[in-house]
């Protein structure tokens, strides 16, 4: 019989699988059906991968525009045609900068920005994956996407061709074209050599297990499993009398005269618990409480 869980499981993804494949992975070993990840990570890529299971699965909407910090390792010199260590190489430049002009040039990065994905990225054009039309030889023009890096710090002096560099940006950024674009700021070429995620929203590093934890941890995995309302701290709360349960439950609307909230704005969205378990999440409008997505009652 099938396991039922409901949370998240903070997950270090290892280099060398798909995001999909660690999906695969935790259905496997804790013996359950639902489960999704919430923030693709690439196959070289490794880190933060935040996995929802069971109900959790409903709030992968409300998980998709967070701030998330990297440690990238950018290769200069040499570029390939996915723009990282997996592709073909596709030019070379004997331009390799120096520690004094890669400083000079990064706070140019800073702010808001235009980006041009990679080529091989799984964004759609015209209904259809790109890294499906770059392997089938189709050139196409990429319009930028508007995106926005907080924080940079170079972490390591050049060697070997290579520096780590610490970026914060906003969700929908891609590193890979970073690295290709401050090769390019920097009069030679570029591309990423490693990939660690260390933050995505309140999921961080220092308190991931990892796939090979799955197996150690299954008998005890509740004690590793987040609570739903875990990532959404930033959401303002409502607490509700259990007498409303069953309102709730058939989709009735409650008057903000039984509760207490803090709020100015319609478009605010709320954690609501009832009997202090938590239960959804839901928006007032025209001082009725309504719930956009119920988890549990």
Do not use: W
């Not at 990570?41 to 699965?57: C, E, F, H, K, N």
């Amino acid at each position: 019989m099938k396991q039922i869980f409901n949370g998240f499981l903070n997950i270090n993804k290892p280099p060398g699988i798909s995001s999909s494949q660690v999906v695969g992975a935790v259905k496997k070993y804790l013996n359950t059906s639902k489960v999704g990840h919430a923030g693709t990570l690439d196959p070289l890529a490794s880190g933060v991968l935040p996995i929802m299971l069971g109900r959790a699965t409903k709030l992968f909407d409300y998980l998709q525009y967070k701030d998330k910090t990297y440690i990238a390792e950018v290769f200069f010199g040499k570029t390939t045609n996915t723009l990282d260590s997996d592709g073909e190489v596709i030019a070379k430049s004997n331009n390799i900068p120096s520690d004094f002009q890669i400083d000079a040039v990064l706070s140019q990065f800073l702010g808001k920005q235009n980006q041009i994905p990679p080529i091989y990225s799984a964004l759609k054009y015209e209904g259809k994956r790109l890294y499906q039309m770059a392997r089938e030889g189709n050139e196409i023009e990429i319009k930028p996407r508007s995106t926005e890096i907080f924080e940079l710090e170079k972490l390591s002096n050049i060697s070997n061709n290579k520096c780590r560099i610490l970026i914060r940006a906003k969700s929908g950024f891609y590193v890979r074209s970073f690295c290709r674009d401050l090769g390019k700021a920097l009069d030679t070429c570029a591309y990423m050599s490693f990939l660690l995620r260390t933050n995505t929203g309140n999921f961080n590093i220092k308190n991931t297990i990892s796939i090979e934890n799955l197996v150690e941890y299954a008998g005890d995995i509740n004690d590793y499993i987040l609570p739903m309302d875990f990532p959404l701290k930033h959401l303002k709360e409502i607490h509700l009398d259990k007498n409303f349960s069953k309102a709730i439950k058939n989709g009735v609307s409650i008057s903000t005269k039984y509760f207490e909230y803090n709020s100015i704005n319609n478009n605010d969205i709320f954690r609501v618990y009832c009997n202090n378990e938590f239960i959804g999440l839901g928006k007032i409008k025209e001082s009725m409480l309504k719930i956009e997505t119920l988890l549990s009652i």
